[in-house]
């Protein structure tokens, strides 16, 4: 009988990007790559509200004392016994530059969105009444908006691991869901499946959440992506009045828009797009 020690070991994806980029709708995609452990922003849940926690503007929540830098990193290192993947994703700036705790044997790739859309959305999730606190930038958000961070973790990961991690973007995954999919797929080595393109709305992804996570889902910051089905196929890009927007917003556009423009430019392209290229 084979040990333990010896089973095959899953294998273990990372997904990078911003906040509203699609990137809990993505994470659902990915259950359909069948017995997959996926992890929830447990970066995140370190960044706002584990003992390390860099912001101190959560007052109604308490301390996550599982969720140190140093246990995520252990926690995504973990054996995850008779698992075939393991699917993490997270916001880049919630590892506030720690790269050391990044974990190790990943394969790393990112989701960019347009950072009017992107922005815009964040503003206006932020503006239910029980977060309008956190709808001013300052209070929830580093100096570079998350664009810069997420950059600069490109940067890093690029320099410091065997392969240049894959950029999706989210524009191109809600309009040409399968071919991105298939993509995305090929590019890191894991096999692609149909049970990707539609889930299930009823099957309970947020057990394993954290319980400070579990609370934002309830105020319904996760309602769209936890009560949607497949990606919106007849997508168009929403075209967002940025001057509509409080100052502070226009100005985290403006600063966010070239680290934007690099990532896009190393981007997966859908088949339908390449002659544009």
Not at 7 to 21: C, D, G, I, K, N
Not at 169 to 197: K, W
Not at 207 to 231: D, P
């Amino acid at each position: 009988m084979a040990s333990i020690d010896s089973a095959p070991q899953p294998v273990r994806m990372f997904l990078w990007t911003v906040p509203r980029s699609v990137s809990t709708a993505f994470e659902r995609c990915m259950s359909g790559l069948g017995n997959v452990a996926l992890v929830h922003e447990p970066y995140t849940t370190a960044y706002y509200f584990g003992p390390d926690r860099k912001f101190l503007n959560t007052p109604f929540l308490p301390v996550e004392h599982d969720y140190s830098y140093a246990k995520v990193k252990a926690m995504m290192e973990a054996e995850f016994y008779e698992k075939d993947y393991v699917f993490g994703k997270d916001h880049a700036y919630s590892l506030d530059e720690r790269y050391d705790s990044i974990p190790d044997g990943f394969i790393h790739t990112i989701l960019i969105r347009d950072p009017a859309r992107a922005l815009a959305s964040f503003y206006d999730v932020c503006n239910m009444p029980i977060l309008r606190y956190y709808s001013i930038l300052k209070h929830v958000l580093p100096e570079g908006y998350a664009f810069k961070q997420l950059y600069d973790l490109y940067e890093h990961l690029k320099s410091t691991t065997d392969r240049e991690p894959v950029i999706l973007d989210s524009d191109d995954l809600l309009r040409y869901p399968e071919q991105m999919i298939r993509r995305y797929c090929e590019a890191i080595g894991v096999p692609f499946n149909t049970s990707m393109l539609d889930w299930d709305p009823q099957v309970n992804v947020t057990q394993s959440w954290a319980s400070s996570l579990k609370l934002m889902q309830h105020i319904g910051v996760y309602e769209k992506a936890l009560k949607s089905t497949s990606f919106n196929v007849r997508h168009q890009p929403k075209q967002v009045d940025v001057l509509s927007l409080p100052a502070e917003y226009q100005h985290a556009i403006k600063v966010s828009q070239p680290f934007y423009d690099k990532l896009y430019e190393k981007r997966l392209i859908p088949e339908d797009r390449e002659t544009e290229v």
